[in-house]
Each structure stands twice: as C-alpha cells, then as structure tokens.
C-alpha cells in the first residue's frame, strides 16, 4: 500500500463519516449491511460502489454494518484477516486493527467472525437494509445471521421483520455529488476528451475498429484512469445503428460514419461521452442532414438543464427537434401531437435522452416518483445523449411501407449518430465536463486523421 492508492482515494473521512450520519439517522431502528465481493481469484475487483460511498472501503471480502446505539458502536467493519501465505497471491491486506484506524470504525473483526457476530449486531433491529441477489457467498452468511436474529427475537417478539433494498437510503444521496466527487468527474472527463483526441487522430479508411477501442481503452490506462467505464462501442457504418454494439470487429470504410461511445473511470467516477465522425473527416450530405438534427437536439436539451426542471422535460425537448425535423424531412408523416401519441418517432430515436452518472455508468437514482418526473437540483449529474438510427433494415420496427420505400429513406438508412455528453447541475444552470471534445462538424472533421 506504501506506493499505491490512498485507500480512501484522497476524499476526507470526514466525507464519509457525514454520509453514515445521515444514513444512521434514517435508519431508525433498522440494521444496514454492505458487502463487497471475495477476492475475484486473478480478476480485477469491482469496488461496491455503495459500501465505498458510506465507508472508503474498497477491499474485497469486507463487510459494513451500521446500526444506531448498537453494542459494538453505530458502524462496525468487518475485513480479511492479514495472512502471509494469501497475500503472497493477492497482495497486502488491511488487516481489522489498520482497517479500524483508516475508516475509523467503532469495531473492527476479521471477516472469518462473520458468522459469530452478525446475529448479535442484527438482534432486535426492526429491519434490515440489505442488497439482494448479488452471487456473493457473504450472502449467505448475511442470510444466516439474519434467520438466527429473527428466531432469537422471536422470544421477545422483535425484528428484524424485512428485507429492505440499501438504496433506498443511498440513493437520494448518492444523486446529488460533493464538489470532490465532481473533482474526480472532471478528471475522468478530461481523460476522456485527451482519449477521444488521440483516437479521432488515427481515423482513417482500413483501421479496424478494435484499433480505435484499443487506442483509447490504452490512453485512459496511460492517463492513470482505471480503464473503460462501460465496454468501448466503436461502430462504423450500419454498426452505429447497434445501441449495445461491442463486437468492434469490422474496418472502417472510406464514406463510412463511425459512432464511439466511450468513457474512462478515475477513483471509481465514470464518463461517458459519444462522438460520430466521418472516416474521411467530412459528412456527405445526407449524413450532414442527420447529424445537424441531432446536435440540435443536443444543444437544445442541454440549454434546458437548470435546477427546477424535470428530467422529463429534457428528453421532451430532444423529442419535440426530433419529431420536428423528421417530419420537415418527410421522414415522418402526419401530425406532430399524432406521432407523439403514436410514438412513431421510437422507430428512428428508441432510447431516453439522459441517465445518472457518478460512481455508476447509469447511476442511481429514480428518474421519477409515483409517476411524476424528478426536478433537477444542484450537484446531479446526468448524460444527454439523443441519437437517430435508421437501421439497415426497416422491416419490424413500425416504419409504414410508403415512408420505407421512399426515396428520401434511401438517403438514411443505414446512418446512425449520438452525440452524448456529460452535464452537472449548477446553481445557476449547468457545466458540461465534456465540453473540451468538440461537437461542431467541421472542428469535429478537422481532429479526424482522414486518408490512410
Ligand atoms: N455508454 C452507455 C450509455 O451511453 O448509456
Ligand atoms: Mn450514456
Ligand atoms: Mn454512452
């Protein structure tokens, strides 16, 4: 550890131990335990986002606990025990007295106590917070002590009586980031535009598109990132009309558009940013149609972002230029409030405008309550990201015979373009973190290597 990460990744503890404080306070009576996964043998870690959020802890195999006014104190952490011979294959552990120093827990044990001391820590709470589902053996553990608690209580007619998902504590919190959260935002932000960069510079017709994925999945390594946020979508061509496309397998064609969706992650924050970009560097003319719409849409939608609107309003807004503009191209037909109520324009745009981000690609949160969209407020970071897809071919998604066959779907098909980008809530308005990565088509054509 001498040479490596600040276990807490350089936030204050003081930061964490506010979030417990709030966490605690909403607990009631109830018991809220985390967990991260065992040591993946030869994989890389996956931090749990939630237990490192309430505790810097991002140690395989540890397990938080925190209950108000409980005997061992309101937070108690469970971490492997040190162990020559395992950390000769796995590197140095924490051990429970540093763990107890670092994250400043009231009790520390060594996870082996697990079963020992999870019945007596859940005894006599009334619920429980606890994240289902996750293929960890600490579930079944977790599982266990919750069943010996519950028979224990049953003399005394006491809990824990529910099972209640984690998030609904952390979540609203977790919505809305500290500026040192955004600190970090930023710098995966900037790792990402520098990325994008380099990429973009190596455009040019025969470059396979694995060579763009692996050029900027190196540069967010090179650039101290932990790596890709999200697998890197390099799709050229028809492939850009492939929402989840990862094959990454097909050359770049002179001619060709090519949409990119990557973003790197740094101390456990992500971005997530799309470009797309003619190969040659300059659009043809019905691409140039398409793209001047989307980025339209872009440039509306984030216009729009200030505390006090809803998300709702954002992705209408991306809609209604959509709607619009399809309908000038004669690519829709009808009325605009009929092709709203028909959702005709999903078969072209068939994904919401903009998602959470933070420690998650799509982070948490709800998008709505009871059915009525969430208004934005300062500190929320969300994607906008709209795009038009005219998938090669048509056929089974909606699209009437007479705008299939027409001429001026000849045009468009086979086009797909994104253009996405980070935004946070400010108190005025908003900051685009990604604004460094050009969206204008001709600055955009200029940073392309072009011929080959
Ligand atoms: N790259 C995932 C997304 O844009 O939502
Ligand atoms: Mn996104
Ligand atoms: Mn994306």
């Known amino acids: 550890m001498k040479n490596g990460p600040d276990p807490m990744r350089g936030f204050s503890p003081d930061i964490f131990a506010a979030r417990r404080k709030r966490v605690l306070a909403d607990l009631d009576g109830s018991a809220l335990v985390l967990c991260s996964d065992p040591d993946a043998s030869g994989g890389r870690h996956r931090p749990d986002r939630d237990l490192f959020y309430l505790t810097g802890v991002t140690e395989p195999g540890a397990v938080a606990v925190l209950r108000p006014g409980g005997e061992d104190g309101d937070f108690v952490l469970f971490v492997r025990v040190r162990s020559p011979e395992e950390e000769r294959w796995s590197g140095e552990r924490f051990g429970p007295e540093r763990a107890q120093e670092i994250f400043g827990a009231d009790t520390t044990y060594g996870n082996d106590l697990l079963s020992e001391h999870l019945p007596k820590l859940l005894a006599e709470a009334e619920g429980m917070y606890f994240r289902i589902g996750a293929e960890s053996p600490l579930q079944s553990l977790v599982m266990e002590a919750l069943q010996a608690a519950r028979l224990r ?127 040659s560097g300059s659009f043809t003319a019905p691409q140039r149609v398409i793209y001047d719409l989307v980025l339209e849409a872009h440039d509306r939608a984030i216009e729009g972002i200030h505390p006090g609107v809803t ?28 092709v709203i109520d028909t959702e005709a324009y999903k078969q072209f745009f068939p994904h919401q405008t903009s998602h959470w981000l933070g420690l998650d690609v799509h982070d948490v949160g709800d998008y709505a309550h009871a059915g009525v969209s969430r208004v934005l407020e300062r500190g929320m970071v969300l994607s906008v990201e709209p795009g038009l897809y005219f998938q090669d071919p048509l056929e089974g998604l909606g699209v009437s015979d007479e705008v299939e066959g027409s001429a001026v779907m000849d045009d468009y098909v086979g086009i797909g373009i994104r253009i996405e980008d980070v935004v946070v809530v400010t108190a005025e308005g908003h900051e685009v973190l990604t604004a460094a990565l050009p969206v204008s088509p001709d600055e955009l054509g200029g940073l392309v290597g072009g011929q080959g």
């Open 153 to 279: 209580g049953a003399r005394k007619g006491v809990g824990p009586y529910g099972i209640i998902d984690p998030g609904r504590l952390l979540d609203p919190q977790r919505l809305t980031k500290h500026p040192d959260e955004l600190e970090r935002m930023r710098w995966a932000a900037s790792v990402t535009v520098e990325a994008f960069t380099e990429m973009l510079g190596a455009v040019r017709p025969g470059a396979g598109e694995w060579e763009l994925e692996g050029i900027l999945d190196g540069a967010f390594r090179r650039k101290g990132a932990g790596g890709p946020a999200y697998p890197t979508i390099v799709g050229s061509g028809a492939n850009a009309c492939v929402l989840h496309y990862v094959e990454n397998n097909r050359s770049l064609c002179d001619g060709d558009l090519v949409l990119v969706d990557a973003g790197a992650e740094t101390d456990l924050y992500v971005c997530d940013v799309t470009r797309t970009f003619p190969v």
């Open 311 to 338: 998300v709702e309003s954002i992705h209408h807004t991306a809609r209604d230029v959509f709607i619009d503009g399809l309908l000038d191209l004669g690519v829709l037909a009808g009325s605009k409030a009929d």
